[in-house]
């Protein structure tokens, strides 16, 4: 399992870039969590309720002499312990959180 301080700052940082999209902002954090950032890059860049499809693709296509197998993919995650569908559940859930009126 992802650490909880590293899983919390990449979902915050998720949060936050998709309503303002910065490829300079995760090239950064790809320097200091390479792993991470790229499963993280890879899940979002196939996820069309996050948006930043495009964006993100060419940030893989930068990042990677050529796009992983689904497995190879599989296997980055399994590596830094990054849980595709816990991180899309809770990244949702930041995003409505975050976009809901406080009352």
């Known amino acids: 399992m ?3 301080a590293v899983e919390r700052q ?3 940082f998720c949060a936050a870039q ?4 910065n490829p300079g902002a995760w ?3 790809q320097a200091q969590r390479p792993q991470e950032t790229l499963c993280a890059m890879l899940m979002l860049s196939k996820a069309r309720w996050y948006g930043r499809l495009k964006e993100l693709g060419a940030l893989v296509q930068s990042s990677l002499p050529a796009e992983p197998a689904p497995s190879q993919a599989v296997a980055l995650a ?3 312990g990054f849980d595709r569908a816990r991180f899309a559940e809770r990244l949702r859930e930041q995003m409505w959180f975050s976009q809901e009126p406080k009352r």
Not at 18 to 21: G, H, I, K, N, V
Request: net charge positive; with cysteine; charged share 30%.
């Open 2 to 4: 992802m650490d909880k």
């Open 10 to 12: 990449l979902l915050r």
């Open 18 to 21: 998709q309503a303002d999209f």
């Open 27 to 29: 090239r950064a954090l």
């Open 78 to 80: 399994q590596q830094c």
